[in-house]
Nanobody, 123 residues
């Protein structure tokens, strides 16, 4: 069974920073063979891709977070990170990490999901 556990969310003022982490585990789960993504969701809206990183380390970002967010992975620690700087109130959402065999932008292509961590940015 695969488990993804997010951490690092919280309340921060606009302009501040947070670093999310997602630790993966599972007997048959080889972290380095999966693309990893960070998604976010607010009530009443669809889950959207914020950032994703391929097995080889290529990264892709939502336009509104380019230059502010950085996704990275540490295969030795089975962990993916999302460094979020210059946070804005519109970044407020539940953030989820996910694993896929494809570096897809679509949530439905991700087989494994974490439970989510709340990020709240106050103005």
């Amino acid at each position: 069974q695969v488990q993804l556990v997010e951490s690092g969310g919280g309340l921060v003022k606009a302009g501040g920073s947070l670093r999310l982490a997602c630790a993966a585990s599972g007997r048959a789960f080889t972290f380095g063979t999966y693309a990893m993504g960070w998604f976010r969701q607010t009530p009443g809206k669809e889950r959207e891709s914020v950032a994703r990183i391929t097995r080889g380390g290529n990264t892709y970002y939502l336009d509104s977070v380019k230059g502010r967010f950085t996704i990275s992975r540490d295969n030795a620690k089975n962990t993916v990170y999302l460094q979020m700087n210059s946070l804005k109130p519109e970044d407020t959402a539940s953030y989820y990490c996910a694993a896929s065999t494809l570096p897809s932008i679509r949530a439905r292509d991700y087989a494994y999901w974490g439970q989510g961590t709340q990020v709240t940015v106050s103005s």
